[in-house]
């Protein structure tokens, strides 16, 4: 008879039971995700007979994909790029945050009524602690004016930085992002400013007075694994914190450009940990066991 032993047991798949619930991430793509092994190995360890799945599941098809969820019941589940923003009118409800930033990255299904969340904003500003840094009363220059962008300056914002250099291409995103920095200058007690990414002399001044950079697009992420939001190194400087919320690949271009420029870096993990876990626990009511997915995993 062969032995279990402590390894084998912590290896054990989740039990698939008919009391099931499902939870899971729409977005495209999906496949690089470490999320169901993070919700799995929690649900596991907590003795909770839920299941975390992954869907390929673009904008186009985002409606009939959330339909079909809430026929079955699902519990919840996680948005990610391109469906935050597309989510918000297929909810019933929203969160004041989500509601704010004008996207969802976590749904709740209540009987039926789907709220929209939105935990990305807590998730970043926690992985900037956990990377060991205090922005408080700093600048920050964030390129995107997605939904993940958008979580990230008004939680920033909240939380006390205290300028935000918002970078954003022309086109569909540009009167969102002004609204966005609107909102902020009127709600907040930081000043936000609006700039096209093309403006590269507009991009060094601000750079030279921040504290950190954040690229909250997608560019850079697996399979684009050579593209780089961020197209001169000499515009960075070795006191430049240079984030990326990407996090597959774990060192993205732009991370490394800036490592060679001798700033510190850190990507998208840690963030992906801690909105998972406010996500984990708008779910099931129970608090994600941080230390130890974050010891297995990241």
């Known amino acids: 008879m062969t032995k279990t032993t402590s390894d084998?047991?912590?290896?054990?798949?989740?039990?698939?039971?008919?009391?099931?619930?499902?939870?899971?991430?729409?977005?495209?793509?999906?496949?690089?995700?470490?999320?169901?092994?993070m919700h799995n190995e929690a649900f596991r360890q907590l003795g909770l007979d839920y299941v975390y799945l992954c869907f390929?599941?673009?904008?186009?098809?985002?409606?009939?994909?959330?339909e079909g969820l809430k026929t079955i019941g699902v519990r919840g589940f996680n948005c990610t790029m391109p469906d935050k923003t597309a989510?918000?009118?297929?909810?019933?409800?929203?969160?004041?945050?989500?509601?704010?930033?004008?996207?969802?990255?976590?749904?709740?299904?209540?009987?039926?009524?789907?709220?929209?969340?939105n935990t990305d904003g807590i998730g970043y500003m926690q992985a900037v602690k956990a990377a060991g840094f205090d922005i408080t009363d700093q600048t920050?220059?964030?390129?995107?004016a997605g939904g993940a962008a958008t979580a990230i300056a008004v939680q920033a914002a909240l939380d006390g930085v205290k300028n935000i250099n918002?970078?954003?291409?022309?086109?569909?995103?540009?009167?969102?992002?002004?609204?966005?920095?609107?909102?902020?200058?009127?709600?907040?007690g930081c000043s936000a400013s609006l700039y096209d990414t093309a403006d590269t002399a507009s991009l060094k001044?601000?750079?030279?007075?921040?504290r950190i950079l954040t690229n909250a697009?997608?560019?850079?992420?697996?399979?684009?694994?050579?593209?780089?939001?961020?197209?001169?190194?000499?515009?960075?400087?070795?006191?430049?914190?240079?984030?990326?919320?990407?996090?597959?690949?774990?060192?993205?271009?732009?991370?490394?450009?800036?490592?060679?420029?001798?700033?510190?870096?850190f990507n998208g993990l840690y963030m992906l940990l801690f909105q998972g876990a406010e996500a984990f626990r708008l779910w099931t009511g129970r608090d994600m066991p941080v230390d130890l997915i974050r010891n297995k995993f990241f």
């Open 56 to 66: 390929d599941v673009g904008e186009a098809e985002l409606k009939t994909a959330v």
């Open 166 to 188: 918002l970078f954003c291409r022309r086109g569909r995103s540009w009167d969102r992002a002004a609204k966005l920095a609107d909102s902020i200058n009127r709600s907040t």
């Open 205 to 210: 001044t601000c750079l030279e007075s921040s």
């Open 140 to 144: 920050m220059t964030l390129f995107g």
């Open 87 to 117: 989510m918000c009118p297929l909810c019933d409800k929203l969160s004041p945050a989500a509601s704010m930033i004008g996207a969802v990255n976590t749904v709740i299904n209540d009987d039926g009524i789907l709220t929209g969340c």
């Open 8 to 37: 084998d047991q912590a290896c054990a798949p989740v039990p698939i039971t008919g009391h099931t619930r499902l939870t899971g991430l729409l977005g495209r793509p999906v496949i690089h995700s470490i999320s169901p092994l």
């Open 217 to 265: 697009t997608s560019c850079g992420m697996t399979p684009d694994t050579q593209g780089c939001i961020l197209e001169d190194p000499s515009l960075l400087h070795p006191d430049l914190i240079v984030s990326d919320i990407i996090y597959n690949p774990r060192t993205t271009r732009l991370m490394l450009m800036a490592e060679e420029a001798g700033c510190q870096t």
